[in-house]
């Protein structure tokens, strides 16, 4: 005679599955807490940029890129250290450019004043600022032919901000309304963006660009 198999008993399975239960749901918190991390990472990046851009225009009456002493302003050794602005109150060009335009010499004005943290070299690779995701953070003008349509002076954008966490980042920094008011999403290419709407809804697997008013 074969001998007997034993089984598993109900009561065993039941632990079983309470346990996998257990450790699914601690996945799911620490993944809920790791995103609340990251939304706030995000939404200091849109409150600490434009301190520093006042701090800059208090110390020298001037915007930082459009800075036309900056020279004199930030280069103690009398050399030209930094790429001077056109000083005309504002700072010229897209927000992702990547190079000979004030929003991009902006960054490199701001650490050669001690006022961020990075490289003051416009050819370093590391120049250029990112978000918690990897995405490119930059400023410029604000108005209808600003990045978004968003008005004010000035627009802080972040690019490749997770769909998931479009909604909650604006619920923190504007209205939740990511299609209207100080802050808008925007899906597609940086410099063509589409921004969500009626006919372009928010898709948490996409990728986003975030755009706020300072």
Not at 143 to 163: E, M, R, Y
Request: aromatic fraction near 4%; glycine fraction near 14%; proline fraction near 5%.
């Amino acid at each position: 005679m074969s001998p007997r198999q034993a089984g598993f008993t109900l009561v065993e399975i039941a632990v079983v599955l309470l346990i996998i239960g257990l450790l699914l749901s601690g996945v799911l918190k620490g993944q809920a807490l790791l995103d609340s991390a990251r939304v706030k990472n995000l939404a200091q990046d849109f409150a600490s940029i434009p301190a520093l851009i006042h701090a800059y225009q208090d110390k020298y009456r001037a915007l930082p890129g459009d800075d036309g002493a900056a020279a004199r302003h930030l280069c103690l050794d009398g050399s030209a250290c930094a790429a001077a602005g056109d000083g005309n109150g504002a700072i010229d060009g897209s927000w992702h450019a990547e190079g000979g335009t004030e929003t991009f010499h902006l960054w490199q004005h701001l650490r050669l004043a001690e006022l961020a943290g990075g490289s003051t070299t416009p050819t370093d690779p590391g120049y250029l600022p990112r978000n918690a995701f990897g995405g490119r953070i930059g400023v410029q003008r604000g108005g209808d032919a600003a990045a978004l349509g968003i008005p004010g002076s000035l627009v802080v954008c972040s690019a490749g901000i997770p769909g998931k966490l479009v909604h909650q980042l604006d619920l923190g920094v504007d209205d939740g309304d990511p299609t209207s008011g100080a802050m808008r999403a925007a899906s597609g290419e940086i410099a063509a963006p589409t921004l969500v709407s009626a006919t372009n809804p928010l898709d948490e697997a996409g990728s986003y660009t975030v755009c706020a008013r300072l």
